[in-house]
């Protein structure tokens, strides 16, 4: 890595920060947590006042509890020790793990990229809108998918040794694994990076098992307090299998619905501790789906629609929160500017497939201007699917070129997630720091 490259990372990143920290000081105390973030901030409430994860009832009762993931709120939790426990400091945070984002982009494009296609991506990911309008949210999605960015460029880090890139890189995924347990899937895809430069298969499945172990590893002492404090046990948090059985349900179209709607099956209706719910809920799931597999299948379109279809997180989240700042007026023109962004940000990514060096580049232009096309059209969901496949019909070089890897790699690994369980536009957000650091890929280094 250039002195260059390094100077475009700290300007791009300082960028990124004064931006998010500008969006920062218009919602502080005008913002206050809802939905999910209403929940992460109760528990880091409670983290903070040495009570750990666990949840009071309205008759009096305390639970240890673990239905969310607990990464987001201990971060919160241990800031608010120092700092109070005011929803600005979360704010900050996001900021600044955007920051971070944006400078590890910057330096994963570097590895494969001219200087020109570093400063893309550094522009892209500090001015991404989705991802700047998001800072104020005090929710996940973004802030892990920026962690897996992070994590990529520990990985590829040229000055440091193997062993420090496999522990550092697997560090880094198992917080993001904490913060979304479904970002262990990505911890394979940074893995492989370690070897990027000459990836020979059997090297490159070594360090990605090795980062994953890594990433597991940290998350097995919170493990092992879920086994001991609920009722059964719980890898990172106890909702997989209640989300299972939603994405069962032609009900929700492709997205969340209540169970009050759905109806909890009859034999989970005496379980009452979290681990057991969601246990049974898991269970009552895959029945449903070994008794009517094509039905469940046929979900699997609406799942992924909802989830890159609509790329209005930020618009709905803001209005949510305080709708006499943010009115119906407002809600949709940053909805429309958010969805742009997106848009915009999956046809440079399409483009920059389509550039790298590699085999089968005529057929990549042509799945590039499909991807493009189907981009700026209703069912936009097809892009994200066809930038998979440019993707793979570069074949292994892919590898060579970390931020092409990781992008590609965190749209299937989403796509995958959503398709099983069920979908929302904000978690496209997981994806989306990686597929805007591939934008950068549009300057290929033809030397590399």
């Given at each position: 890595?250039?002195?260059?490259?390094?100077?475009?990372?700290?300007?791009?990143?300082?960028?990124?920060?004064?931006?998010?920290?500008?969006?920062?000081?218009?919602?502080?105390?005008?913002?206050?947590?809802?939905?999910?973030?209403?929940?992460?901030?109760?528990?880091?409430?409670?983290?903070?006042?040495?009570?750990?994860?666990?949840?009071?009832?309205?008759?009096?009762?305390?639970?240890?509890?673990?239905?969310?993931?607990?990464?987001?709120?201990?971060?919160?939790?241990?800031?608010?020790?120092?700092?109070?426990?005011?929803?600005?400091?979360?704010?900050?945070?996001?900021?600044?793990?955007?920051?971070?984002?944006?400078?590890?982009?910057?330096?994963?494009?570097s590895r494969a990229a001219t200087r020109r296609g570093a400063l893309l991506a550094g522009l892209v990911v500090a001015l991404e809108p989705a991802l700047v309008l998001y800072t104020p949210a005090l929710m996940t999605e973004a802030f892990a998918g920026e962690l897996a960015v992070v994590g990529a460029a520990v990985a590829t880090a040229p000055r440091w040794n193997y062993g420090v890139r496999v522990v550092g890189s697997g560090l880094v995924c198992g917080v993001a694994t904490l913060v979304r347990p479904e970002l262990l899937l990505f911890a394979p895809f940074v893995g492989a990076l370690v070897h990027f430069r000459a990836p020979a298969l059997r090297r490159v499945l070594l360090a990605a098992l090795a980062v994953t172990a890594v990433a597991f590893a940290v998350c097995l002492p919170w493990t092992a307090r879920n086994c001991a404090r609920l009722d059964r046990c719980a890898f990172v948090s106890a909702n997989?299998?209640?989300?299972?059985?939603?994405?069962?349900?032609?009900?929700?179209?492709?997205?969340?619905?209540?169970?009050?709607?759905?109806?909890?099956?009859?034999?989970?209706?005496?379980?009452?501790?979290?681990?057991?719910?969601?246990?049974?809920?898991?269970?009552?799931?895959?029945?449903?789906?070994?008794?009517?597999?094509?039905?469940?299948?046929?979900?699997?379109?609406?799942?992924?629609?909802?989830?890159?279809?609509?790329?209005?997180?930020?618009?709905?989240?803001?209005?949510?929160?305080?709708?006499?700042?943010?009115?119906?007026?407002?809600?949709?023109?940053?909805?429309?500017?958010?969805?742009?962004?997106?848009?915009?940000?999956?046809?440079?990514?399409?483009?920059?497939?389509?550039?790298?060096?590699?085999?089968?580049?005529?057929?990549?232009?042509?799945?590039?201007?499909?991807?493009?096309?189907?981009?700026?059209?209703?069912?936009?969901?097809?892009?994200?699917?066809?930038?998979?496949?440019?993707?793979?019909?570069?074949?292994?070089?892919?590898?060579?070129?970390?931020?092409?890897?990781?992008?590609?790699?965190?749209?299937?690994?989403?796509?995958?997630?959503?398709?099983?369980?069920?979908?929302?536009?904000?978690?496209?957000?997981?994806?989306?720091?990686?597929?805007?650091?591939?934008?950068?890929?549009?300057?290929?280094?033809?030397?590399?």
């Amino acid at each position: 890595m250039s002195h260059d490259a390094r100077g475009i990372a700290t300007r791009c990143g300082l960028l990124a920060l004064v931006v998010r920290l500008a969006v920062v000081a218009v919602a502080a105390g005008r913002l206050p947590p809802v939905d999910d973030a209403t929940y992460y901030q109760i528990v880091a409430e409670r983290i903070a006042q040495g009570l750990g994860y666990t949840w009071a009832w309205p008759d009096g009762t305390v639970t240890f509890a673990a239905n969310y993931p607990v990464g987001y709120p201990a971060l919160l939790g241990a800031l608010y020790v120092v700092t109070g426990a005011r929803p600005v400091v979360a704010m900050v945070l996001n900021a600044v793990v955007g920051a971070a984002a944006t400078y590890a982009g910057v330096l994963l494009v570097s590895r494969a990229a001219t200087r020109r296609g570093a400063l893309l991506a550094g522009l892209v990911v500090a001015l991404e809108p989705a991802l700047v309008l998001y800072t104020p949210a005090l929710m996940t999605e973004a802030f892990a998918g920026e962690l897996a960015v992070v994590g990529a460029a520990v990985a590829t880090a040229p000055r440091w040794n193997y062993g420090v890139r496999v522990v550092g890189s697997g560090l880094v995924c198992g917080v993001a694994t904490l913060v979304r347990p479904e970002l262990l899937l990505f911890a394979p895809f940074v893995g492989a990076l370690v070897h990027f430069r000459a990836p020979a298969l059997r090297r490159v499945l070594l360090a990605a098992l090795a980062v994953t172990a890594v990433a597991f590893a940290v998350c097995l002492p919170w493990t092992a307090r879920n086994c001991a404090r609920l009722d059964r046990c719980a890898f990172v948090s106890a909702n997989a299998g209640q989300n299972l059985l939603i994405g069962t349900s032609p009900l929700g179209k492709g997205g969340w619905v209540g169970l009050d709607r759905m109806g909890v099956p009859a034999e989970c209706r005496s379980e009452f501790g979290e681990g057991g719910k969601d246990r049974c809920f898991g269970r009552a799931a895959r029945r449903i789906i070994r008794a009517d597999a094509p039905a469940w299948l046929a979900l699997v379109p609406a799942k992924l629609a909802m989830t890159f279809n609509y790329g209005t997180a930020a618009a709905y989240y803001l209005s949510t929160s305080n709708p006499a700042l943010v009115g119906e007026r407002a809600k949709l023109g940053i909805g429309a500017l958010e969805l742009l962004g997106q848009r915009v940000v999956l046809v440079l990514a399409a483009a920059a497939l389509a550039r790298l060096p590699g085999p089968r580049r005529r057929l990549r232009r042509v799945v590039a201007v499909a991807c493009g096309m189907l981009a700026l059209s209703p069912p936009a969901w097809l892009a994200f699917l066809l930038l998979v496949l440019e993707g793979a019909l570069v074949g292994r070089s892919l590898l060579r070129m970390p931020a092409a890897w990781l992008g590609v790699g965190a749209v299937a690994v989403t796509a995958l997630t959503h398709a099983v369980f069920f979908g929302a536009g904000r978690y496209a957000l997981v994806c989306l720091p990686a597929v805007a650091v591939l934008s950068g890929m549009l300057c290929p280094d033809r030397k590399d």
